[in-house]
């Protein structure tokens, strides 16, 4: 499969070969459609945020795909299934294998470009306004870097909530 490599050496990134991704029982190969960039991977790609130990050395964070395989201990997902994930690894190739836990149904009305862009920044945002921060309608939140990609999913998140938004 083609995967973006990155030179070690010069960290320069270029479209290489790599070997496929081989389905374990609990895991689902996707077929990747769409990925996304965020902060992570570029502080990955400088050597700034190691890759776990374990994990594939393609960069990528992030995907929306098809459900190419489905493990023999998975249930609950299908062959053709449309899905996205956030990954520890490999988001920046032809295919990769997900944990089926992992995988987040597509809606019907999304594109492969939106769905790839939800698993970091939106559930990072949501996990920071909802879960940790308990916000609740008519409620002020102050949002710090309220242009990055997890500030401006966290002002649709508040938006929608019915809070008052304060970004800096």
Not at 68 to 86: F, M, Q, Y
């Amino acid at each position: 499969m083609k995967a973006i490599i990155v030179d070690e050496l010069t960290n320069r990134m270029s479209v290489g070969e790599w070997e496929d991704p081989k389905v374990g029982t609990n895991e689902l190969l996707i077929d990747i459609k769409a990925t996304a960039i965020n902060r992570a991977d570029v502080l990955q790609k400088y050597g700034k945020y190691p890759v776990p130990p374990g994990v594939t050395p393609i960069m990528g964070l992030e995907m929306s795909g098809i459900v190419e395989e489905v493990g023999s201990s998975v249930r609950g997902w299908n062959k053709g299934d449309r899905v996205c994930a956030l990954l520890p690894g490999g988001g920046y190739a032809e295919k990769v294998t997900i944990p089926a836990d992992m995988a987040i149904k597509i809606p019907d009305d999304f594109s492969f470009e939106e769905a790839a862009a939800i698993p970091e920044v939106f559930l990072t945002a949501y996990l920071n306004l909802f879960e940790l921060g308990q916000l609740e309608k008519n409620q002020t939140v102050l949002i710090h870097a309220g242009a990055s990609g997890v500030g401006t999913a966290a002002i649709q998140l508040a938006r929608e909530a019915g809070a008052t938004i304060i970004m800096v």
